[in-house]
């Protein structure tokens, strides 16, 4: 199903179906509009004290357009000030003056000494030098910044409240020559503001705000931009939060470039009350929320707990499409770690126009007109030559740390280490690849005409010591060149297998015939080159490639070449017959990796995470690996951005320790280290084991403590429908349905609360309590907060009601977290079990006739049936089966949605206190079917428990069962000598192989599990399948390997089965007797 266009059309939780593609972007638009975007630049002369003038912005409305012919060079500008510490939150530019907001707190030209100036800070991008002029002062955060459209105003969110000594509550407006608030604009927010758009007539602010200057505002705030006062007419409230934590709020804002229309990027359910999950479109000029809708987010929610991940976005210089990515929620398309492209018209049910997979965060986003680029934590991105929707299977993780990271992959992607760009047409990966060091990402980014500003945690980019932004500036691309030369194959960041050989080729031109090309392979790691012997690596050396036709204007060249596993810089270099050659050398950066030596693995056992109470201690964990495990490294790094030093100390500058595993050499074993931290507060250890080849763990372990010697969880204890103090539980309660019920009690702490919060579910009708607080079937069940946000006091008498109870059986759960972290342990919850129920009648029972899972369906039906029982007497039964491929439903129309449904089953004898039932259904489309079953009552009770009314069905009519190819290993009567067990072959299958089990059984009967241990079974024949490594999963075949631990001598037998991308298994496994001598 691979169609380049990559364009998709009814995207609905992984069903996918081709359409057409976004318009072509390059456009430029002329508009009249009255709006006016505020990210282009203008110029104008400001005179200072005499005779220092600066450049601002003065000039009439311009087109706010990149207006880019090609990509942005791959290597940033190194001749513009240093920002080293802390985050970078957003970048704006006013003709040649830089805007930088962020955690920083200073700034230093180069090789100059750092000036203090926290949180905003500015520099002349054409003199390189700081802004020494421009000096705001904040006391608290600041999370954006934009500017006016004529560049004479720039507007600034955050959580501050005061700015220059005024008060100035989480909005202001600022003089960008000086710094100094503008007295007469006045918006205080009683939340943070964390996202802008300004136009020439509003100044649009989102961000955790209820109330702006008094006036009843929730998320999404329009203002006017000289006093700041409220638009009344334009009142869209956020609602529903649904972020982490509940969390409501937004998270980017985006005019279109004609202005007509405001982009809201947030974490809620609703806009004015209207479902708009994700993503929200509002007309400008009326202030009404227009009906483009998608329910991508909808119908995915379920599969990532319920958590709303969007994190940035942009708008196309042509107003065609925008784009939407995501972060910090794990590897999910399409909602979690993608960037999702969507046209900007459409009414209801929009779907997207294709969803570029990362496998991992993607924090910020520009487009321009020839790229979209992104930066975020991500190592991948998608090859041109990716399956489409997107390489990988759905439910499998990628990343950096996942497995085989997405080496696992093959061509299907390339390497980009936290910045990458994408063709706006398909979004797959296009040449550029500067790279990063940053940690947590790249979470800031600006395209102009003048080139790409990006901004993240590290201080490295491009392989330059820029600090926390880099410029990548057009005017610095080389200039065109007669001699030339091209690297074809293979792609920018493309990985090979190592000690194998590939081969590099391109084009090469001179008007006077190319006489020869030169390449350089160097190893980024060891800094050495490939020699002429293509074996040996010394000092600096160009290799001469085969040259297709020499002496000709233009020509092919080739060069076949076998490398080790490392990391490669690949430089290629034309001569002409005239002495001439390439102004400058083609680079390439690609990579080789080895199934034969995989990355060790390294887990941390202790300290368990959450409160250490000394700043000294042990810590310990276990690392493993296929060779063997040699060395280890450390780093500890604080909430602030500082990274534990050599000498004890806190520094913004990333360091590590260096240590030895307890065996050096083993497989598997142990390790530990002395930790001694410099200040309490909240740090994350990471650990990285070292195999003997020098490979390092692909992400190693990450721990997050909270350092206090005082610090205690909180409390909290139940006071109603029943007193409970933890941990001693308290019994059932027992109320009748159809009325409310209220739970009340205490939290305190031994410092200061920041929030209450409660979880309640109905554990038989699956109704729960959602982050927002919303109840229903359909919400995820979370934890809600009942406390008002900020707490900050020792306690706090909490207390919710609830909606009118249905008949069943209620789970509740209340906890505090404090100002430091702490959060009320597992043991300590206040934890109910209220059941809803009719007095004098029971809750009925239904059962299913077939209980297990069936892989042998051949068609689109199922026919189920079963028993129902009731003291009083069955009303019905109801059905609910749910595509577990695609999150959905049968509704009872029979079509499929993401909303909970069941379908009616026949009774047989309704009313009766016994019956049986059937229901024969057709299904709408393929898919793997889990089936519940329930009895409802004559009261409307419904049956408490599932238990023998669960099926499962693969129903994929004309797949074919997975399949060990005849090249197994062992074969029957096999013997090994070195006290293992290896098992290798090739599984394949029609669709896709999705994993191969192995499964060990001694002489006595015992089966082995993946640590090498021996037991018996409870239930007699099941025995471990131990899941073996794939070097193609998802792919139609893939080879595997597995070798156990030493096992006794002795005779056993070994079973392998391959199991498909659908979920079916190999019919019967492949079984084989073996002895170990």
Same mark, same amino acid.
Request: proline residues 6%.
């Given at each position: ?57 003065? =000039? @009439?409305? /311009?087109? &706010? ?9 791959? +290597?940033?500008? !190194?001749? #513009?000030? *240093? ?110 503001? =964390? @996202?802008? /758009?300004? &136009? ?9 705000? +209820?109330?702006? !200057?008094? #006036?009843? *505002? ?126 900007? +018209?459409?009414?209801?049910? #929009? ?727």
């Amino acid at each position: 199903m691979h169609v380049r266009s990559r364009a998709i059309a009814g995207l609905v939780a992984g069903a996918v179906l081709l359409t057409g593609q976004p318009a072509a972007a390059g456009t430029v638009q002329d508009s009249a509009a009255d709006e006016v975007a505020s990210t282009s630049a203008r110029a104008a002369t400001r005179t200072i004290g005499g005779d220092a003038t600066r450049t601002a912005v003065r =000039t @009439a409305a /311009a087109l &706010s357009v990149p207006g880019h012919t090609g990509l942005v060079p791959s +290597t940033p500008r !190194n001749d #513009v000030p *240093r920002i080293t510490d802390g985050e970078i939150t957003d970048i704006e530019v006013i003709g040649n003056r830089v805007f930088i907001a962020g955690s920083f707190t200073a700034i230093a030209n180069v090789g100059g000494t750092p000036v203090a100036q926290p949180s905003l800070a500015s520099y002349n991008i054409d003199t390189g030098l700081i802004d020494t002029g421009f000096q705001p002062t904040f006391d608290g955060s600041v999370e954006a910044v934009e500017a006016s459209p004529d560049g004479s105003s720039l507007y600034v969110a955050g959580s501050f409240n005061t700015v220059g000594g005024l008060t100035k509550r989480k909005i202001v407006r600022l003089d960008p020559v000086t710094g100094a608030p503008i007295a007469a604009f006045t918006a205080q927010g009683n939340g943070r503001a =964390t @996202a802008l /758009a300004v &136009s020439s007539t509003a100044v649009y602010v989102g961000g955790q705000f +209820t109330k702006v !200057n008094s #006036v009843n *505002r929730t998320g999404l705030v329009a203002l006017n931009p000289t006093t700041g006062a409220v638009d009344s007419g334009f009142n869209l409230p956020l609602s529903g939060g649904i972020g982490v934590g509940g969390m409501l709020t937004v998270q980017q804002l985006k005019l279109t470039h004609n202005g007509s229309k405001l982009l809201v990027i947030h974490t809620g359910r609703q806009i004015a009350g209207q479902d708009r999950y994700g993503v929200g479109l509002v007309d400008t000029a009326t202030k009404a929320l227009l009906p483009w809708r998608t329910r991508l987010w909808e119908d995915n929610l379920s599969f990532v707990g319920g958590i709303q991940r969007v994190f940035a976005g942009d708008v196309a210089p042509d107003d065609s499409y925008f784009v939407v990515t995501s972060g910090s929620g794990g590897d999910r398309p399409p909602i979690n770690d993608t960037a999702i492209a969507f046209p900007v +018209t459409g009414a209801d049910h #929009v779907e997207p126009t294709w969803v570029s997979r990362h496998f991992d965060s993607i924090y910020s986003v520009a487009i321009t007109e020839t790229a979209v680029y992104v930066g975020g934590h991500f190592s991948w991105q998608e090859s041109p030559t990716s399956n489409v929707p997107w390489p990988g299977l759905d439910n499998v993780g990628y990343g950096t740390g996942q497995g085989l990271s997405g080496y696992g992959l093959g061509d299907q992607v390339v390497r980009r280490d936290h910045l990458g760009a994408l063709d706006p047409a398909t979004g797959t990966a296009i040449e550029w690849n500067p790279g990063s060091s940053s940690y947590e990402g790249e979470k800031a980014m600006l395209a102009t005409p003048r080139g790409l500003f990006v901004g993240g945690d590290g201080n490295t980019k491009g392989g330059l010591p820029v600090g926390r932004v880099g410029f990548f500036d057009l005017t610095q691309a080389p200039a065109p060149s007669p001699v030339d030369t091209t690297i074809v194959t293979p792609i920018e960041g493309a990985v090979k297998q190592a000690n194998a050989p590939f081969a590099l080729g391109g084009q090469a031109t001179s008007p006077a015939g190319v006489t020869k090309v030169g390449i350089e392979i160097q190893n980024r790691g060891s800094k050495k080159y490939l020699q002429d012997d293509l074996t040996t690596w010394g000092a600096a050396n160009s290799i001469n490639a085969t040259v297709a036709a020499v002496n000709t204007a233009s020509t092919s060249w080739s060069l076949t070449v076998s490398l080790p596993v490392g990391e490669y810089q690949v430089q290629a270099k034309t001569f002409g017959n005239n002495g001439q050659s390439d102004a400058s050398k083609a680079v390439k950066k690609i990579e080789t990796f080895s199934f034969d030596d995989l990355p060790p693995t390294t887990k941390i056992t202790s300290p368990p995470a959450g409160l250490v109470a000394a700043q000294s201690f042990v810590a310990t964990g276990t690392a493993s690996d296929d060779k063997g495990v040699s060395a280890m490294t450390y780093s500890f790094r604080r909430s602030d951005n500082q990274y534990l030093q050599d000498d004890g100390t806190a520094a913004p500058v990333y360091n590590t320790f260096r240590g030895e595993p307890d065996v050096i050499g083993a497989l598997s074993t142990t390790w530990q280290v002395e930790v001694a931290l410099p200040t309490e507060g909240e740090w994350k250890m990471t650990a990285t084991a070292i195999d003997n080849a020098g490979q390092g763990d692909l992400r190693g372990d990450t721990r997050d403590w909270i350092i206090s010697a005082t610090g205690v969880a909180p409390s909290v204890a139940v006071s109603t429908p029943t007193p409970m103090t933890p941990p001693t539980a308290a019994a059932p309660v027992t109320v009748a349905p159809g009325g409310s019920i209220t739970f009340s009690g205490t939290a305190s702490d031994d410092g200061t609360l920041k929030s209450v919060e409660i979880y309640l579910r109905n554990n038989t009708t699956r109704e729960a309590l959602a982050a927002d607080g919303t109840w229903g079937a359909d919400s995820i069940a979370a934890y809600h907060r009942v406390s008002p946000i900020n707490l900050n006091a020792p306690s706090y008498n909490w207390s919710y009601t609830t909606v009118p109870l249905t008949p069943g059986v209620y789970d509740f759960r209340v906890r505090a977290t404090d100002n430091l972290g702490l959060s009320t342990a597992t043991a300590n919850l206040g934890r109910l079990t209220v059941t809803a129920q009719v007095p004098g009648d029971a809750f009925p029972n239904g059962l299913l006739n077939f209980t297990g899972v069936d892989q042998n369906v051949d068609q689109l039906h199922l026919n189920l049936a079963g028993t129902a029982t009731d003291n009083i007497g069955v009303q019905s039964v109801r059905v609910a089966l749910r595509d577990l491929d695609t999150g959905r439903y049968v509704q009872p129309n029979g079509t499929m949605a993401a909303s909970f449904a069941t379908v009616n089953a026949t009774l047989a004898s309704p009313g009766a206190t016994s019956t049986t039932f059937a229901l024969s259904i057709d299904l709408p489309t393929k898919g793997e079917y889990s089936v519940e079953a329930w009895a409802v009552d004559t009261a409307g009770q419904q049956d408490g428990s599932t238990s023998g009314a669960t099926a499962r069905y693969l129903v994929y009519p004309g797949d074919l069962d997975p399949r060990l190819e005849p090249s197994l290993t062992p074969q029957n009567g096999e013997v090994y000598t070195d006290s293992r067990i290896v098992v290798t072959g090739r599984a394949v299958d029609d669709v896709g192989m999705l994993r191969v089990d192995v499964q060990i059984v001694n002489g006595a009967g015992q089966g082995m599990n993946a640590s090498g241990v021996f037991s018996t079974p409870s239930v007699p024949g099941n025995f471990p399948w131990i899941s073996v490594f794939l070097t193609s999963p998802g792919s139609p075949g893939s080879n595997f390997a597995y070798t156990s631990p030493v096992v006794p001598a002795g005779a056993y037998t070994v079973s392998v089965r391959g199991t498909d991308n659908y979920g079916q298994l190999q019919q019967p496994p492949k079984t084989v007797s073996v002895t170990v001598s």
